[in-house]
């Protein structure tokens, strides 16, 4: 469905009744495409490391010498792999801070991890910007997703709050795109200094990327930032975006992220009854994900427990990757 801006703006706004009816069209959008079930991914955090100083974020480069860092080892990830593998569930999330650091483990661990799944398994990276030879080099390995969040699409607010250039971020998408990856983005709702305007922006520019994936966030003010006394992001407006997105394309995944449960309880159960259509699961041990401090000590894991209770709940069956049975997007390039 294409939306205009006009109608995308009266949606964003919408609550009450109004709210519950844009629900129920775009969780008919998202059943007419996918039928009544929910993606299911493990993920495997892999370093609190960054190079990168968002203000928002805890992990931030600052913030180094204050925090335990840690990096997994190859070994390590496999386990977990295995760990992830044993639970039936095919998406192997591999995520961290930005840094090049992570490159030699992930070199080491997607070709173990493609061989302990027997090929049959989709290995998603969100790791951030690299360079293009970079990106290929796992791509050749096995990798065959890539989250990339462009955050927020306003170029100005983007570079006063991660001191990155949007440019630079669109242009490793293109990369990414270009060596046949399967490309996911992904927002910042409630931002500070975030207008409406910019939020329909970041709708478009979902469908001009051609992505296949594309999260919502509300933003978490985390504590030890320059933004922690920020105020709370709007759960009814990441929730209304969702469901904008799969209304305007309702063939790309759409988490329920961790984000709408700490800024309100069942959020994640909403993001499902708005929309999204993919829940991951966290496989890091009780350490790491203390040290793992994206929204601070304080975020909510999520378990295969929780992540059955609320499919459930929402009607959904749980399913594996939408991608790994076609043979070209599992395809390892020569
Ligand atoms: S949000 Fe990501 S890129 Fe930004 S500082 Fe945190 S870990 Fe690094």
Redesign the pocket.
Known sequence: MTLTRQETRSLLLARGPAQAELFEESRKARDRHWGRTAILRGVIELTNV?R???D??P???DNISGNDTYFLTGDQIVRMAQAIKDTGIDVVLLQG??TPSVLPLLEEAIPKIRELFDGRVEILLNT?NFKFAQYEKLRKLGATSYILKHETSDPVLHLAI?HETLEKRLACMRDLRTLGFKIGTGLISSLPGQTLDSVIDDIELAGELDASMCSVSPFVPAPNTPMELSPVGDNDLALNIIACLRLSYPHILIPSVSALERVGTGGQSRGLEAGANVMTVNFSSLVDQQRYLIYGKERFVVTLDHVRDIAERSGLTLRGSAFIDDPEDNRIPA
């Open positions: 960054c990168v100083n968002c928002y974020c992990m931030r480069r801070g930005e951030g991660r």
